[in-house]
C-alpha cells in the first residue's frame, strides 16, 4: 500500500536526510486518526506539486510528528491541463464531483452558476459551498497520493465562462444533442482544454450561443444520459486516456 499523503505549510528545507515536521490540524490527523508511529513511511506535500517521502522519526502528543526525509521530487504541470466547468447540482453531489473528478486527475474546477441550477450560491450560503469544494479537492487530493491538488476557482456567471472558453485551446460543452462524439475530437496535446458540465436540466440555447460564439462547440458523450455529478468524471475520463495523460 503507498505511504498516506499530509499536507505541510511549507517544505522549505526539505532534502535528504533533512528532518521536516507536521503540525496542526495536519499533525493532530496523522497522529490521532491515522495513528502513524515511528518507522512508517508519508509523503508530505505543499499541494502546488512538490512533496517530500520520508520516514516518521518522532511522534510527540497527539498531534505532532517528524519526518525523516527520503527522497525529494516534483510533479511537472501536466499537459494538456484540463480545467471542468461544472454546474451547481443540488445537495452534496457537488462535493462528489470533485471528489472524483480530483481522483481522476482534473487540474481545475470552475463552479458554474447555470441558468437552469436549482442551487444557487448567494452571500455566505455560496462561501461555505465553495469552501466545502475546495477543501474536498484537497482532501481527494490527498486519498488519491497527488501532489498536485486541483484548483477550485470563485463561482463564474455565463460570461465569465465564456471568457474563460475564449482562451482555451479546445473548449466543449457536453451536450446529448452534440453532433461530434468527443470520442473522435481532435485534442491538442498541450495548451488548456476546458470541458462544459450543465446542470441537471440542461445548457440553456442562449447559452449554447453564447459558448459556441467563443468556439465551444456541443460534443456528445455517449448513448446514455449521465447526471451533471457524474458526467464531468466520465469525460475527464476519456480526455486523459485520450490525451496521453493516462499513459
Do not use: N
Not at 500500500?1 to 511549507?10: E, G, H, I, L, Q
Amino acid at each position: 500500500m503507498s505511504a498516506p499523503v499530509f499536507v505541510a505549510d511549507t517544505l522549505e528545507g526539505a532534502a535528504v536526510g533533512a528532518a521536516l515536521t507536521l503540525t496542526g490540524p495536519e499533525g493532530r490527523h496523522a497522529v490521532a486518526v491515522r495513528r502513524l508511529r515511528v518507522g512508517e513511511k508519508v509523503v508530505l506535500t505543499d499541494g502546488a506539486g512538490r512533496g517530500a517521502s520520508g520516514t516518521v522519526a518522532a511522534v510527540e502528543g497527539k498531534d505532532r510528528l517528524t519526518v525523516e526525509v527520503d527522497e525529494v521530487r516534483g510533479e511537472p504541470a501536466p499537459q494538456p491541463r484540463i480545467t471542468v466547468v461544472q454546474a451547481l447540482p443540488k445537495g452534496d453531489r457537488g462535493e462528489l464531483a470533485v471528489e472524483t473528478m480530483t481522483e481522476t486527475g482534473v487540474d481545475a474546477v470552475v463552479p458554474w452558476a447555470a441558468a437552469r441550477c436549482v442551487t444557487q450560491w448567494r452571500a455566505e450560503r455560496g462561501a461555505k459551498a465553495l469552501a466545502k469544494w475546495r477543501a474536498t479537492a484537497r482532501e481527494a487530493g490527498k486519498q488519491s497520493r497527488r501532489l498536485r491538488f486541483p484548483e477550485v476557482a470563485d463561482a463564474m456567471t455565463t460570461p465569465q465562462v465564456a471568457e474563460v472558453l475564449s482562451r482555451a485551446d479546445f473548449a466543449a460543452v457536453l451536450h446529448e444533442e452534440g453532433s461530434q462524439p468527443l470520442a473522435t475530437a481532435e485534442l491538442p496535446t498541450r495548451g488548456e482544454v476546458v470541458l462544459v458540465v450543465g446542470p441537471e436540466g440542461g445548457v440553456s440555447p442562449e447559452e449554447l450561443a453564447a459558448f459556441a460564439a467563443v468556439g465551444a462547440q456541443p460534443y456528445r458523450l455517449g448513448p446514455s444520459v449521465l447526471r451533471t455529478s457524474t458526467a464531468g468524471t466520465a469525460a475527464l475520463a476519456l480526455l486523459l486516456g485520450r490525451t496521453g495523460r493516462w499513459g
